[in-house]
């Protein structure tokens, strides 16, 4: 039996009635501490023994029920304090009465540990079905798993090889994509990764309309290297072949005609085949997502003003050597004649020279605030008549265009003067005129000036073993740079001509600039690549 001081603590405390404290207690063996917490952590049970209130039954017939319990023989002995010592030897028996009070007292107990944990799965289950993936009607159901389609592929797919597995897949994802993207009442709507065999006009129905457009237009199938880009790169470099891309819009009829009247011409094919590794490529299939990135950045193949599209690519390095882009586009005889002076000037020999692209003139920044009311209204005018009736222009450069310079085509233009010289009857040229880098003196070494911030600075020259860094004075001409090299060449490159030129974003041949200074070529703390050739 729980003492006064202990209900009336639990009763200040809890804010309970007394009856449920006197339960409470009584369930904790009067242990204050355990039953406040059990009152805290157990709803369950503070509901139910709030809903009991005190009455005056049980407090009448408790001294009944006490005074009708059989008397305990008093074991042990009592204190001048009234504490009770029991001696470990003595044995104290239990009556009937208070073992049916244990077990009453267990079942309570039982009980309220089954409620707790009814109440806590339920908690865990409400907070489980009803966080973010629930319903927003607030019914407590989880919203439906999105439906998923997948392909399941055996272990041995297309071969033992896991790469090769990979690409059989990319490749059947490639054509069913195809299959769904490409409209079937469209004749020119032919994907350019088909089989010959499939392609349209092949069947019976042949003799149609349709099919004689498909046919008309249809790709280059006998001329297209059907091969993703690493491998033509790769087949580029062992074959020592240009790789030769066409990027088509199926949506524009100049993208269509290049199949009627460029790549049927025999003349042309012929070209292709022996010099080239040609790739055809739609602008939304997944094959041409590696071309598009490298080549044509900036959403560069949305542009419909940059088709149609032909490009020539160095298998070696990657870079884009010559652009055909826009409208209007070469005819095929035109167009034979300029893949013929490409491979004139062209070559993927180990030992030859490929023109150099000169460095592009920045265009000029206008400055708005700085304009006159009569410039800025000729601004606007021209801006409306380009974007308006002015021709349109494709945003991509040709490399080649740069490389077409007086400098750069001294030598062809020196032979084609010759050649018409001789067919004229004029007297040819006794000897070749001498080459800039030739007149170059060797016998000049270079001595370091002393360091001076305001008139020197220092130059590094990067070359495949790796980097020299020499102090020159500002005012030098940068002729001095080569009469040092040449001077005091590297190990083992003794007379070996070599090419000086400045890195990004000038990147400018030096040879072209051997009169002007040091400072007014741009070259103070800059970096200059040495390649011998």
């Known amino acids: 039996m729980a003492s006064d001081e202990d209900i009336e603590s639990f009763v200040g405390i809890t804010g309970a009635n007394r009856t449920a404290a006197e339960r409470v207690l009584e369930l904790c063996g009067s242990e204050l501490e355990q039953a406040i917490q059990l009152w805290f952590t157990d709803e369950d049970l503070q509901r139910s023994l709030s809903n009991v209130g005190p009455s005056s039954a049980p407090a009448a017939t408790a001294p009944a029920s006490q005074s009708s319990r059989p008397n305990r023989p008093q074991i042990g002995r009592e204190d001048a304090e009234g504490v009770i010592h029991i001696d470990s030897d003595d044995d104290v028996p239990m009556t009937e009465d208070e073992v049916d009070d244990g077990d009453e007292v267990a079942d309570v107990v039982r009980r309220a540990q089954e409620e707790e944990d009814a109440a806590m799965a339920k908690r865990l289950q409400d907070e489980l079905f009803s966080g973010p993936g629930a319903d927003e009607t607030g019914d407590g159901v ?49 994907s350019v990764w088909e089989d010959n065999a499939a392609a349209p006009g092949s069947g019976p129905g042949g003799s149609t309309r349709a099919s004689h457009l498909a046919n008309l237009f249809r790709p280059p199938y006998d001329l297209m290297a059907q091969i993703s880009w690493d491998e033509a790169r790769d087949e580029g470099k062992d074959s020592k072949k240009w790789i030769l891309v066409n990027l088509q819009d199926t949506s524009d009829f100049n993208c269509q005609a290049l199949n009627r009247d460029i790549w049927k011409d025999e003349a042309i094919k012929s070209l292709v085949q022996e010099n080239f590794i040609f790739l055809q490529y739609d602008k939304s299939n997944l094959a041409a997502e590696q071309y598009i990135t490298f080549y044509l950045p900036n959403e560069g193949h949305q542009n419909p003003d940059n088709y149609p599209h032909v490009s020539i690519i160095d298998p070696r390095t990657g870079e884009q050597v010559k652009v055909f882009s826009g ?109 800039a880098f030739a007149r170059i003196p060797s016998d000049r070494p270079h001595v370091e000036p002393p360091a001076d911030p305001k008139t020197t600075t220092r130059l590094q020259v990067r070359n495949p073993p790796g980097r020299i860094i020499r102090r020159f004075r500002l005012d030098e001409p940068v002729s001095r740079i080569y009469e040092w090299l040449k001077a005091e060449p590297l190990p083992g490159k003794e007379g070996v001509e070599f090419e000086l030129k400045s890195m990004p974003p000038q990147s400018a041949d030096l040879i072209e600039h051997l009169d002007e200074t040091i400072q007014e070529a741009g070259l103070a703390n800059a970096v200059v690549m040495l390649e011998f050739i």
């Open 142 to 190: 989880r919203a439906p798993m999105a439906r998923t389609t997948e392909t399941l592929v055996g272990p041995n797919f297309g071969g033992d090889d896991e790469e090769d597995a990979h690409a059989a897949i990319l490749e059947q994802m490639r054509r069913r994509q195809q299959a769904r993207a490409r409209p079937t009442t469209n004749p020119f709507a032919q």
């Open 327 to 435: 409208i209007p586009f070469p005819s095929a005889l035109e167009f034979h004649a300029q893949l013929a002076e490409f491979l004139d000037r062209y070559s993927l020999s180990e030992n030859s020279k490929n023109p150099v692209s000169k460095a592009k003139r920045p265009e000029r920044v206008v400055d708005v605030d700085r304009m006159t009311e009569e410039e800025m209204l000729e601004m606007a005018l021209q801006n409306s008549l380009d974007g308006n009736g002015g021709p349109k222009q494709p945003n991509i450069q040709d490399p080649d265009e740069l490389t077409k310079s007086i400098g750069a085509l001294a030598g062809n233009g020196n032979a084609s003067a010759g050649s018409a010289g001789s067919a004229a009857g004029e007297p040819e040229a006794s000897a070749p005129e001498e080459s």
